[in-house]
């Protein structure tokens, strides 16, 4: 148990320093756990150290948490003047005095009166009958009336000091009072005791290991301050993807695990053939109005169209083919040419489907795509005029609904949906179609969480595809699931100009975590 | 997806029994529809809701409580498909004049006799003319309806099309009679009525109906005559529809007929309206024979992935209202009543066996279809970037594709002419005039809305731009950008351009500081570009194509932008990198 202020108050200037802040805290420390109740007046004056310090490192002690509680108190009581003090510091003149006369052979009177103070000095000395005058010689000679004396003074002094005495009333310091060695005081000064997370062991140290101490081997020997590890630490300057793309990711690499071929989905304008005609959608559909459809006014149209399926497209929508009798209805070849921005990715599917059909042997395949279609809706805090769309499909031979029921479970298993139920729906160019639909298990509900369904023959066959082929197909929006994965609740926050960079910075990694396997 | 109101009593009641709101919208999910939502009926003093269902968009024999409840019953095995008969009186007649192929070609028409209403059936005719005409009707551009009181106008009826100054009548409700123009003024002030105006509005003759007495009995499609305004009263109803479309025509007669002769005297049965055609063939409506078809039962099974047999085939899709026989164990003889207009195909018919066998009863089995799966590279290749840069410390935006013209063109100081941007024809807001040709604009109306986050703001973003491109199909294509900014207290162009010199360092480009055309990049600053502070920016040079631009942006933009500090970018087309 070093302590290094105890020396302080008496030893030399040269050695000793003021303590340093951590050393006064660790001895503050020490000193309230022996004594479970600490004076900070007292303390400061015992120890000679400044009584603000005393005060000020028992503040920064509150700081670091719970550690001590702080009572303020006043009394009435003495203190030295300043000139007390410096009677602390040198003596009293009188024994000051007393000490400048020799022992033996005394001293003449007018060279002992050249002593700073020594008529004061001398007048207290006499009639404390420490000395004697004789005066047969001229000049008079001072002498010892006594060996030995004891600087009361000072003792005195020093003892209202350290507020061993502090009563006002005292007979003892009535005379100090006189001699203005000693004034009334007010202190204000705290009574401090333990509090609930008090430790001794808070002691601040140094405050790093230094590459110097490592060199020095310093380190061995020094106290090191305590880490806080209540507080956060300071988060590294770092970049980020966006939250929706970092789910897109998990998407994609579900349908790669799946085994399915990424289709080229970069192609955001597409004609009406090719969004509408070719998926068996009627041109007085509604999905057609320039309601629901961004139109382009540059380029308008389309002339490059396959003229051979062109024309069974044509037939199938307006007379009925291959086994339809159609929507019987005058179908426009200048509908089919208007440009428009895609309203669905199944535009794609539709141009993979039919370069499949070109091939000179069918072969199956499987597809997806994740990207961004256009709808020319009313906004809300649900809707954006954008939006991602997932898809999937297989085509081969004679795949039943069945089969899509059986793929749909297990795309959403990996998704961590295992309770699915399907619903009969309608759709232009699905047929049977399904809505899907997953027990939400925090929502407790049932929740739609896409479409799905068997393209129509009136799609398929027009292409060239084999009458024995069918294409199963499921698609929905990557923002919704998002949406309810992060609880956000307007799109605006997610994606365009006013999206909050905050939360994308404080996003977490994307881990989609799929349901066990069934049994 | 229609919807359509139905007092749950009166749903019930049709029934012949009640179910509890859980279990009818389990009936709902079964079936194909969606009880979206339970409304209180204030004046039943909480004894009946409405139930508001969502019914499929090609089912228009289901968007009345008349049909919902009888497909719900067949459905249900508590009733049989009905059969519709015509009936023989000497038919009520109708002729079509030659002005009306100038405007809307096509009339048909039938009589419903000695029907009864009441307060609620009255109610679901006047509603499911309004559902027919917001939905197959195309707001009535397509087909209009028109129902009369037969007791109160004289047949035969014309129908012709005539100058709208030389038609005056009494609209329904009007207290006056009106010009068919100032009826156009009239009804523009309407609603309700007014966004049918513009379908006859320009056109130098509208078409009307009269009967033999010079009594108007509408102006289609926009309003009919009061004279034979109908009432929960009315006996005897006369449909017609005028229409573009004769098909769609037939359907919409044939909706109206099914669902409301049940009313009729004799029920199902229909007073059939000979029209004579402008070329005096004279054709009678409505034809509600049955379309009949084949179907083979395997095939039903191996589409749907079941195993029934013909008889339980059979059973299946008359609760869906399809009449079928057995002809042997693997033919069904499907007859398909008029009110389902909506089976096109064999694949329809198969649809209605899975739905009645219930898509939850079907096993489910794995497809066996084994293929390698493959990115598409352009992606792999910008997922790979997309990293590389957020690695670098950037963080990914995600904006729009669309965007208005100055955001292009006068934010930059540039002519939106000299842009080769797609155009939207029918944008709903001025944000959506354009596809980006840049991702820079997002990026910085990101910033702007995001001036309090800490400095500095480091953006970027990986995606597609839409460039007119006359060469294309399409007339435009995609390219694949990537687009960093930097925004601080001072431009921080070094960052920028640091972040340049690391993706090339990603994608193994080498620096070629002889500023050679044949490998490696470098930066031109021979170049002017309006979007930048001048001498401050350069185009980037991969192996002698210019694939961007990297620099300081113009102050002007800046401001226009709604920014206040410095800011410098990069922007460049990564397709060649592919």
């Given at each position: 148990?070093s302590n290094s202020t105890e020396n302080s108050a008496s030893g030399t200037a040269s050695i000793t320093k003021e303590p340093t802040s951590s050393s006064l805290q660790n001895d503050l420390?020490?000193h309230?756990?022996?004594?479970?109740?600490?004076?900070t007046w007292?303390y400061a004056n015992e120890h000679n150290i400044d009584h603000q310090l005393v005060i000020g490192t028992f503040r920064s002690i509150?700081?670091?948490?719970?550690?001590?509680?702080?009572?303020?108190?006043?009394?009435?009581?003495?203190?030295?003047?300043?000139?007390?003090k410096?009677?602390?510091d040198?003596?009293?003149?009188?024994?000051?005095?007393?000490?400048?006369?020799?022992?033996?052979?005394?001293?003449?009177?007018?060279?002992?009166?050249?002593?700073?103070?020594?008529?004061?000095?001398?007048?207290?000395?006499?009639?404390?009958?420490?000395?004697?005058?004789?005066?047969?010689?001229?000049?008079?000679?001072?002498?010892?009336?006594?060996?030995?004396?004891?600087?009361?003074?000072?003792?005195?002094?020093?003892?209202?000091q350290?507020?061993?005495?502090?009563?006002?009333?005292?007979?003892?310091?009535?005379?100090?009072?006189?001699?203005?060695?000693?004034?009334?005081?007010?202190?204000?000064?705290?009574?401090?005791?333990?509090?609930?997370?008090?430790?001794?062991?808070?002691a601040k140290g140094e405050?790093?290991?230094?590459?110097?101490?490592?060199?020095?081997?310093?380190?061995?020997?020094?106290n090191?301050?305590?880490?806080?590890?209540?507080?956060?630490?300071?988060?590294?300057?770092?970049?980020?993807?966006?939250?929706?793309?970092?789910?897109?990711?998990?998407?994609?690499?579900?349908?790669?695990?799946?085994?399915?071929?990424?289709?080229?989905?970069?192609?955001?304008?597409?004609?009406?053939?090719?969004?509408?005609?070719?998926?068996?959608?009627?041109?007085?559909?509604?999905?057609?109005?320039?309601?629901?459809?961004?139109?382009?006014?540059?380029?308008?149209?389309?002339?490059?169209?396959?003229?051979?399926?062109?024309?069974?497209?044509?037939?199938?929508?307006?007379?009925?083919?291959?086994?339809?009798?159609?929507?019987?209805?005058?179908?426009?070849?200048?509908?089919?040419?208007?440009?428009?921005?895609?309203?669905?990715?199944?535009?794609?599917?539709?141009?993979?489907?039919?370069?499949?059909?070109?091939?000179?042997?069918?072969?199956?395949?499987?597809?997806?795509?994740?990207?961004?279609?256009?709808?020319?809706?009313?906004?809300?805090?649900?809707?954006?005029?954008?939006?991602?769309?997932?898809?999937?499909?297989?085509?081969?031979?004679?795949?039943?609904?069945?089969?899509?029921?059986?793929?749909?479970?297990?795309?959403?298993?990996?998704?961590?949906?295992?309770?699915?139920?399907?619903?009969?729906?309608?759709?232009?160019?699905?047929?049977?179609?399904?809505?899907?639909?997953?027990?939400?298990?925090?929502?407790?509900?049932?929740?739609?969480?896409?479409?799905?369904?068997?393209?129509?023959?009136?799609?398929?066959?027009?292409?060239?595809?084999?009458?024995?082929?069918?294409?199963?197909?499921?698609?929905?929006?990557?923002?919704?699931?998002?949406?309810?994965?992060?609880?956000?609740?307007?799109?605006?926050?997610?994606?365009?100009?006013?999206?909050?960079?905050?939360?994308?910075?404080?996003?977490?990694?994307?881990?989609?975590?799929?349901?066990?396997?069934?049994? | 997806?229609?919807?359509?109101?139905?007092?749950?009593?009166?749903?019930?009641?049709?029934?012949?029994?009640?179910?509890?709101?859980?279990?009818?919208?389990?009936?709902?999910?079964?079936?194909?529809?969606?009880?979206?939502?339970?409304?209180?009926?204030?004046?039943?003093?909480?004894?009946?809701?409405?139930?508001?269902?969502?019914?499929?968009?090609?089912?228009?024999?289901?968007?009345?409580?008349?049909?919902?409840?009888?497909?719900?019953?067949?459905?249900?095995?508590?009733?049989?498909?009905?059969?519709?008969?015509?009936?023989?009186?000497?038919?009520?007649?109708?002729?079509?004049?030659?002005?009306?192929?100038?405007?809307?070609?096509?009339?048909?028409?039938?009589?419903?006799?000695?029907?009864?209403?009441?307060?609620?059936?009255?109610?679901?005719?006047?509603?499911?003319?309004?559902?027919?005409?917001?939905?197959?009707?195309?707001?009535?551009?397509?087909?209009?309806?028109?129902?009369?009181?037969?007791?109160?106008?004289?047949?035969?009826?014309?129908?012709?099309?005539?100058?709208?100054?030389?038609?005056?009548?009494?609209?329904?409700?009007?207290?006056?009679?009106?010009?068919?123009?100032?009826?156009?003024?009239?009804?523009?002030?309407?609603?309700?009525?007014?966004?049918?105006?513009?379908?006859?509005?320009?056109?130098?003759?509208?078409?009307?109906?009269?009967?033999?007495?010079?009594?108007?009995?509408?102006?289609?499609?926009?309003?009919?005559?009061?004279?034979?305004?109908?009432?929960?009263?009315?006996?005897?109803?006369?449909?017609?529809?005028?229409?573009?479309?004769?098909?769609?025509?037939?359907?919409?007669?044939?909706?109206?007929?099914?669902?409301?002769?049940?009313?009729?005297?004799?029920?199902?049965?229909?007073?059939?309206?000979?029209?004579?055609?402008?070329?005096?063939?004279?054709?009678?409506?409505?034809?509600?024979?049955?379309?009949?078809?084949?179907?083979?039962?395997?095939?039903?099974?191996?589409?749907?992935?079941?195993?029934?047999?013909?008889?339980?085939?059979?059973?299946?899709?008359?609760?869906?209202?399809?009449?079928?026989?057995?002809?042997?164990?693997?033919?069904?003889?499907?007859?398909?009543?008029?009110?389902?207009?909506?089976?096109?195909?064999?694949?329809?018919?198969?649809?209605?066996?899975?739905?009645?066998?219930?898509?939850?009863?079907?096993?489910?089995?794995?497809?066996?279809?084994?293929?390698?799966?493959?990115?598409?590279?352009?992606?792999?290749?910008?997922?790979?970037?997309?990293?590389?840069?957020?690695?670098?410390?950037?963080?990914?935006?995600?904006?729009?594709?669309?965007?208005?013209?100055?955001?292009?063109?006068?934010?930059?100081?540039?002519?939106?002419?000299?842009?080769?941007?797609?155009?939207?024809?029918?944008?709903?807001?001025?944000?959506?005039?354009?596809?980006?040709?840049?991702?820079?604009?997002?990026?910085?109306?990101?910033?702007?809305?995001?001036?309090?986050?800490?400095?500095?703001?480091?953006?970027?973003?990986?995606?597609?731009?839409?460039?007119?491109?006359?060469?294309?199909?399409?007339?435009?294509?995609?390219?694949?950008?990537?687009?960093?900014?930097?925004?601080?207290?001072?431009?921080?162009?070094?960052?920028?351009?640091?972040?340049?010199?690391?993706?090339?360092?990603?994608?193994?480009?080498?620096?070629?500081?002889?500023?050679?055309?044949?490998?490696?990049?470098?930066?031109?600053?021979?170049?002017?570009?309006?979007?930048?502070?001048?001498?401050?920016?350069?185009?980037?040079?991969?192996?002698?194509?210019?694939?961007?631009?990297?620099?300081?942006?113009?102050?002007?933009?800046?401001?226009?932008?709604?920014?206040?500090?410095?800011?410098?970018?990069?922007?460049?087309?990564?397709?060649?990198?592919?």
């Amino acid at each position: 148990m070093s302590n290094s202020t105890e020396n302080s108050a008496s030893g030399t200037a040269s050695i000793t320093k003021e303590p340093t802040s951590s050393s006064l805290q660790n001895d503050l420390l020490l000193h309230l756990n022996t004594h479970n109740k600490l004076n900070t007046w007292s303390y400061a004056n015992e120890h000679n150290i400044d009584h603000q310090l005393v005060i000020g490192t028992f503040r920064s002690i509150q700081s670091m948490g719970d550690i001590v509680r702080m009572e303020q108190e006043t009394s009435r009581s003495i203190a030295p003047t300043d000139e007390g003090k410096i009677l602390i510091d040198n003596g009293s003149y009188e024994y000051n005095l007393f000490q400048a006369v020799p022992a033996d052979k005394g001293i003449e009177q007018p060279e002992l009166m050249k002593l700073p103070n020594a008529n004061i000095g001398f007048a207290k000395a006499m009639s404390n009958g420490w000395l004697e005058v004789d005066k047969s010689c001229k000049p008079a000679i001072v002498k010892r009336k006594v060996d030995n004396v004891h600087d009361e003074v000072k003792n005195l002094l020093m003892r209202i000091q350290s507020l061993q005495l502090s009563d006002p009333n005292a007979k003892e310091v009535v005379d100090l009072k006189k001699r203005k060695l000693v004034k009334d005081d007010v202190v204000n000064y705290f009574i401090v005791t333990k509090s609930a997370g008090f430790s001794t062991n808070i002691a601040k140290g140094e405050a790093e290991l230094t590459a110097d101490m490592l060199q020095t081997g310093s380190w061995k020997s020094l106290n090191f301050k305590q880490y806080n590890f209540n507080a956060k630490g300071m988060i590294p300057s770092y970049g980020c993807l966006h939250p929706l793309l970092k789910v897109r990711t998990e998407y994609r690499q579900i349908f790669l695990e799946m085994g399915f071929t990424e289709m080229p989905t970069n192609n955001y304008v597409e004609n009406s053939f090719w969004n509408f005609d070719a998926l068996f959608t009627p041109q007085k559909h509604p999905a057609r109005d320039a309601q629901d459809t961004f139109f382009l006014s540059d380029p308008a149209i389309t002339t490059k169209l396959p003229t051979d399926y062109l024309e069974k497209v044509k037939q199938v929508h307006s007379t009925g083919a291959f086994g339809s009798i159609g929507y019987q209805y005058d179908w426009q070849l200048e509908e089919a040419q208007k440009n428009v921005l895609r309203t669905h990715t199944t535009a794609v599917s539709t141009r993979m489907l039919y370069k499949l059909a070109q091939e000179k042997t069918f072969r199956p395949a499987k597809y997806f795509s994740i990207d961004k279609v256009f709808r020319n809706e009313n906004l809300d805090a649900t809707h954006l005029a954008e939006f991602h769309q997932i898809e999937g499909l297989i085509a081969d031979y004679n795949l039943t609904l069945g089969d899509l029921i059986g793929i749909l479970y297990e795309f959403f298993r990996k998704l961590g949906m295992t309770k699915l139920r399907f619903k009969p729906a309608y759709n232009p160019y699905t047929e049977p179609s399904m809505e899907i639909f997953s027990y939400h298990e925090g929502l407790k509900k049932w929740i739609e969480v896409g479409n799905s369904g068997m393209f129509r023959p009136e799609m398929l066959l027009p292409m060239g595809l084999p009458e024995n082929v069918s294409v199963i197909a499921w698609g929905l929006s990557l923002e919704r699931p998002t949406m309810i994965l992060y609880g956000i609740n307007n799109i605006r926050d997610l994606i365009g100009p006013k999206v909050d960079l905050e939360m994308c910075r404080e996003n977490p990694i994307c881990r989609v975590i799929p349901a066990k396997v069934e049994n | 997806m229609p919807t359509i109101g139905v007092k749950r009593s009166l749903l019930f009641k049709e029934l012949g029994q009640t179910y509890t709101d859980k279990e009818f919208d389990q009936l709902c999910f079964d079936y194909g529809l969606e009880l979206d939502d339970i409304e209180p009926i204030p004046e039943s003093n909480g004894e009946d809701v409405e139930y508001k269902i969502e019914i499929p968009a090609n089912r228009y024999d289901i968007l009345c409580l008349e049909g919902l409840s009888r497909a719900l019953k067949i459905f249900l095995k508590k009733a049989e498909i009905p059969k519709f008969t015509l009936s023989n009186q000497k038919f009520i007649r109708m002729k079509i004049l030659p002005n009306t192929q100038r405007i809307r070609p096509i009339v048909v028409g039938a009589v419903l006799r000695n029907i009864t209403f009441d307060a609620d059936s009255y109610n679901s005719f006047i509603k499911l003319q309004d559902k027919l005409h917001q939905n197959l009707c195309r707001n009535r551009t397509l087909v209009a309806i028109g129902t009369h009181d037969l007791d109160t106008i004289q047949q035969p009826f014309v129908y012709d099309a005539r100058e709208p100054q030389q038609i005056k009548f009494r609209s329904l409700n009007q207290k006056i009679e009106m010009r068919a123009d100032e009826m156009m003024e009239f009804y523009l002030k309407d609603t309700h009525l007014k966004r049918y105006v513009s379908i006859i509005q320009d056109s130098d003759v509208y078409p009307v109906i009269y009967d033999s007495n010079n009594v108007v009995l509408s102006l289609p499609p926009l309003i009919n005559g009061d004279h034979s305004k109908m009432s929960v009263k009315t006996k005897n109803i006369f449909i017609e529809c005028t229409a573009v479309d004769a098909h769609k025509a037939n359907v919409v007669l044939n909706t109206m007929l099914t669902m409301f002769a049940q009313y009729c005297s004799k029920p199902f049965e229909i007073e059939p309206v000979e029209v004579e055609q402008v070329d005096g063939k004279v054709i009678v409506y409505p034809d509600l024979s049955d379309r009949s078809q084949d179907v083979s039962v395997q095939k039903i099974n191996q589409r749907i992935g079941i195993n029934v047999n013909a008889d339980k085939a059979a059973e299946l899709l008359n609760r869906m209202c399809l009449r079928a026989n057995v002809i042997d164990s693997d033919t069904l003889r499907v007859d398909i009543p008029v009110t389902r207009a909506d089976i096109l195909h064999f694949c329809d018919i198969a649809e209605d066996c899975a739905v009645a066998y219930g898509f939850n009863n079907i096993i489910k089995t794995v497809p066996k279809t084994s293929c390698i799966g493959n990115q598409f590279e352009l992606n792999r290749v910008s997922d790979l970037l997309r990293h590389a840069v957020a690695e670098a410390g950037f963080m990914e935006a995600l904006t729009f594709t669309l965007c208005s013209c100055p955001d292009v063109a006068e934010k930059f100081g540039k002519k939106i002419e000299n842009i080769p941007a797609v155009h939207i024809a029918n944008p709903k807001t001025l944000e959506f005039q354009i596809g980006r040709t840049s991702l820079l604009p997002g990026l910085l109306k990101t910033i702007a809305n995001n001036q309090g986050t800490a400095l500095p703001i480091q953006l970027f973003e990986v995606s597609d731009v839409i460039l007119k491109d006359a060469s294309q199909e399409i007339g435009c294509r995609n390219e694949r950008h990537l687009c960093a900014v930097f925004y601080n207290k001072t431009p921080g162009f070094e960052t920028i351009h640091g972040l340049l010199d690391r993706v090339m360092t990603s994608l193994k480009v080498t620096y070629n500081e002889n500023r050679t055309n044949d490998k490696g990049y470098y930066l031109n600053n021979e170049c002017e570009d309006s979007a930048f502070f001048p001498g401050r920016h350069a185009q980037v040079m991969v192996c002698g194509a210019n694939i961007g631009v990297v620099g300081v942006l113009h102050p002007n933009v800046i401001e226009n932008f709604g920014l206040r500090l410095p800011c410098s970018i990069l922007e460049i087309n990564i397709e060649s990198f592919v």
